[in-house]
């Protein structure tokens, strides 16, 4: 069932994370009839059940939730016995208010999320580990690849994520991948931020205000040896089963 009650969990290192999944999206550049992360792997599992699996690997399932909009019912039915938080304005709004969701409801500590939509080699979370049990924020980035339609990154002289948007032209280093976490410190910021941005923006434009205008540090964790894709196109996909075979 939905909830909106505070929950929790507690890692080996003592520090409190909560684990977010934002799953509420259409996701209708992919042309698929159900939610997108319900989509099929040629592994036979979907992107969700794989995510799910290497999450549960290294944290509670207890501590996992998912923020659902588009065709709930068939995303709770698949995976009954984790969180479920609703984004009832799936159809117009974007991850922003999604993410601001769960960083209202949930209990208190840091908070890991990813898109629904990425495919990750577990490898991943095994090079984040160390910082969130040090509760310090931090975007994953690819510094081998800026594509133009994804979201990229600068750093300030402070070595801190300065910008982070599709917008960002000059001065890119890499790209942004989707696998994110906030402390349990700069939390309360960030979810004021999310609250005050558009309902179409993006998460990233929260995070953005967060760091102008009240001075959040927000490290850029490189994930670059490591394989992570986000499936938008079918072009995604079929990379994406080539490499997670």
């Known amino acids: 069932m939905t909830i909106e009650a505070q929950v929790t969990a507690t890692d080996e290192d003592g520090v409190s994370t909560n684990i977010v999944i934002l799953a509420a999206g ?6 698929k009839p159900h939610p997108k992360p319900l989509t099929p792997l040629a ?10 699996r290497l999450l549960t690997s290294r944290f509670s399932r207890h501590s996992i939730h998912l923020v659902v909009g588009f065709k709930k019912e ?14 009832q304005a799936y159809g117009d ?3 922003s208010k ?34 969130i049990a040090m509760d ?32 960002v032209s000059d001065g ?5 991948v989707g696998v994110n976490y906030v402390s349990s410190g700069d939390r309360a910021i960030l979810a004021k931020r999310l609250a005050e941005v558009g309902d179409q923006d993006y998460f990233e434009r929260g995070i953005e205000l967060a760091i102008e205008k009240d001075g959040v540090h927000f490290e850029a964790i490189d994930i670059s040896a490591h394989d992570v894709i986000e499936i938008d196109f079918a072009e995604d996909l079929t990379e994406a089963n080539r490499r997670f075979r």
């Not at 592994?43 to 799910?52: F, H, V, W």
């Not at 993410?99 to 984040?128: E, H, M, Q, S």
């Open 26 to 31: 259409v996701g209708s550049r992919l042309g």
């Open 43 to 52: 592994s036979g599992e979907t992107i969700l059940g794989r995510s799910l």
């Open 74 to 87: 068939v995303i709770m039915e698949e995976v009954p016995d984790v969180g479920f938080i609703y984004n």
């Open 93 to 95: 709004t974007n991850t």
């Open 98 to 131: 999604s993410l601001l969701k769960a960083l209202t409801i949930l209990g208190p500590g840091g908070v890991l999320w990813l898109n629904g939509d990425v495919v990750f080699d577990p490898r991943v979370l095994d090079a984040l580990l160390p910082h």
């Open 136 to 167: 310090r924020s931090f975007i994953s980035v690819n510094t081998a690849s800026v594509a133009e339609e994804e979201i990229k990154y600068t750093l300030g002289p402070d070595g801190y994520i300065r910008r982070l948007s599709k917008e």
């Open 172 to 176: 890119a280093l890499g790209e942004a």
